[in-house]
């Protein structure tokens, strides 16, 4: 059982910043992929970053490759998101979660637990 709680989110204005924090307690966070996903009203859930269980292998998806920044600390048990140059087509409810394995996957399917999400509103 992991149990995954993220904060962080809130409105800012297009070209701006925010970082997400998702704090996870639980099984060993170190042995296990991080990912973060987002989802916006009436669209389908986006793959956004993933880690890897220690950290060196990192994914994004297209649409935020090269302003957002994923990372991890296994010692407080957290993941983070940096997201830079914030566009209006971000905003979307971002939902940390919990892979079942190690390794990235960009599909939902494989991960397991998941945060409640939070509000990123960016606003043009």
């Known amino acids: 059982q992991v149990q995954l709680v993220e904060s962080g989110g809130g409105l800012v204005q297009a070209g701006e910043s925010l970082r997400l924090s998702c704090s996870a307690s639980?099984?060993?966070?170190?042995?296990?992929?991080m990912g973060w996903f987002r989802q916006a009203p009436g669209k389908e859930r986006e793959f956004v970053a993933g880690i890897s269980y220690s950290g060196v292998a990192t994914d994004y998806g297209d649409s935020v490759k090269g302003r957002f920044t994923i990372s991890r600390n296994n010692i407080l048990s957290t993941v983070s998101l940096r997201m830079t140059s914030l566009k209006p087509e971000d905003t979307a409810v971002y939902y940390c979660?919990?892979?079942?394995?190690?390794?990235?996957?960009?599909?939902?399917?494989?991960?397991?637990?998941w945060g409640q999400g939070t509000q990123v509103t960016v606003s043009s």
């Open positions: 639980g099984r060993s966070f170190s042995d296990i992929a």
């Open positions: 979660a919990a892979d079942k394995t190690p390794v990235i996957h960009t599909t939902g399917a494989f991960y397991n637990y």
